[in-house]
Structure formats: structure tokens, C-alpha cells
Nanobody
Framework: QAQLVESGGGLVQAGGSLRLSCLPSGFAFRLYVGWFRQPPGKEREFVGTISWSGGRTVYADSVKGRFTISRDNAKNTVYLQMSSLKPEDTALYYC?????????????????WGEGTQVTVSS
């Protein structure tokens, strides 16, 4: 079954850092790999996306300068490095992949998803 697998979530204090990983299982990443998050009681929102081949990235304003998406083609892995974390970053973080659009920011444009990894930032 084709799916993405996220890992690396956990509990961290405000100001701390975490690195999330995303790997495909049973298929290959498509052209773009995106990260989304869903805070408690809220809608799933765009965090950022990366071009799997070229490595260009696009970020939501809320995380720009604090989060970095990168990829390791040899390890077939995409990372979300999160720094200067705030309590409002607390959410279930998902990765997703698509061949549609260019640096899509809408969840509806992504075809494959993981089950998410929980990030909790304490104040």
C-alpha cells in the first residue's frame, strides 16, 4: 500500500528544535513533497513544500525563517527542521506528495499522505 511515513515528533520546550522525517513506503516521491500541520481543533494548514528534484522550497509566512525543508535523494527522505519552536506550533504534522501544480499550498492538490507525527511545544 502506497503511503508516507513520518517520524521525529515529540515534546519540546518553547525555543527548542525538532527534525521530522518523511519516507515513502511502496512507491516513490512525486515532484513535490509538502508538509502540513493540524493544530488541536483547527483545520489542516500548509507549512511548506519542496521540489524533490531541484530542492527549491516555499514556506508559509508563519514558519518562514524558523523551519527548513530539505531532502536527501540518496536516503529517499525529506526533512522538516523546526527551530525556535513556539507553543502555537503544537500540531499533528503530516507530509504529502503530489505531481500536480507548482509548489502547491492547498491540501486538495496532494495525492498521498502519511498518518502524521505529533509535535507538542510546551511554554
Amino acid at each position: 500500500q502506497a503511503q508516507l511515513v513520518e517520524s521525529g515528533g515529540g515534546l519540546v520546550q518553547a525555543g527548542g528544535s525538532l527534525r521530522l522525517s518523511c519516507l515513502p513506503s511502496g512507491f516513490a516521491f512525486r515532484l513535490y513533497v509538502g508538509w502540513f500541520r493540524q493544530p488541536p481543533g483547527k483545520e489542516r494548514e500548509f507549512v511548506g513544500t519542496i521540489s524533490w528534484s531541484g530542492g527549491r522550497t516555499v514556506y508559509a509566512d508563519s514558519v518562514k525563517g524558523r523551519f527548513t525543508i530539505s531532502r536527501d535523494n540518496a536516503k529517499n527522505t525529506v526533512y522538516l527542521q523546526m527551530s525556535s519552536l513556539k507553543p502555537e506550533d503544537t500540531a499533528l504534522y503530516y507530509c504529502a506528495t503530489t505531481s500536480r501544480g507548482q509548489f502547491a499550498t492547498s491540501r486538495s492538490q496532494y495525492d498521498y499522505w502519511g498518518e502524521g507525527t505529533q509535535v507538542t511545544v510546551s511554554s
